[in-house]
């Protein structure tokens, strides 16, 4: 199962928590970043590890949202 996904704006990109359920009732937070980037969309996927787990969506999502804003802040353009 999904979380409701929600899209927030970070340095011109767009992140989308897209954490899912799995192992019982374990939320793994996963979000979506993308941008357009001269008329072509840029996206990439960022995870957490594997053994980083939430009991509710929310704070899969919440910790999501806080990867991929430090993945946005750390690449290199």
């Known amino acids: 199962m999904a ?3 929600s899209a927030i704006e970070h340095k011109g990109w ?3 928590s897209r954490s899912y359920e799995a192992d019982g ?3 793994f937070p996963r979000a ?3 941008r357009l980037d ?3 969309l840029g996206t990439h996927d960022v995870r957490a590890l594997l053994s980083v787990t939430f009991d509710t969506a929310e ?3 919440d910790y999501a949202v806080r990867m991929a ?3 946005i802040e750390d690449i290199d353009f």
């Open 3 to 5: 979380s409701t996904m």
């Open 14 to 16: 767009q992140i989308e």
């Open 25 to 27: 009732n374990r939320w």
């Open 32 to 34: 979506l970043v993308s």
């Open 38 to 40: 001269g008329g072509r």
């Open 59 to 61: 704070d899969a999502d």
């Open 69 to 71: 804003k430090t993945w």
